[in-house]
């Protein structure tokens, strides 16, 4: 499975972006996908995940203005991303975590640069 993030871009403090992950397979198997982000200087750090089952869980820092969501029929992912702050700069990852025989593999994309300016 190869991941395909999108959207990233320059914005102003209080505006959005939405960010797509697609899938060049399926990922109604997914047992999670999530975005994940890096900000110069710092560590990868975890925005959302989002189970085959549907539920959530966002970092602190974002809850309240991040969205994720899955589209299995387009395979692809989304994260809609309002109230941006300059804190919010970094480079998005999609990830996904894929069942496979008795084990699970991690996908990543290549990731997309988010800028926030004050």
């Known amino acids: 499975v190869q991941l395909q993030a999108s959207g990233g871009g320059l914005v102003q403090a209080g505006g959005s972006l939405r960010l797509s992950c697609a899938a060049s397979?399926?990922?109604?198997?997914?047992?999670?996908m999530g975005w994940y982000r890096q900000a110069p200087g710092k560590e990868r750090e975890l925005v959302v995940v989002?189970?085959?089952?549907?539920?959530?869980k966002y970092a602190e820092s974002v809850k309240g203005r991040f969205t994720i969501s899955r589209d299995n029929a387009k395979n692809t992912m989304y994260l809609q991303m309002n109230s941006l702050k300059p804190e919010d700069t970094a480079v998005y990852y999609c990830?996904?975590?894929?069942?496979?025989?008795?084990?699970?593999?991690?996908?990543w994309g290549q990731g997309t640069q988010v800028t926030v300016s004050s």
């Open positions: 990830s996904a975590e894929i069942p496979w025989m008795t084990t699970a593999f991690r996908y």
């Open positions: 397979g399926s990922i109604s198997s997914a047992n999670n």
């Open positions: 989002i189970t085959r089952g549907g539920s959530t």
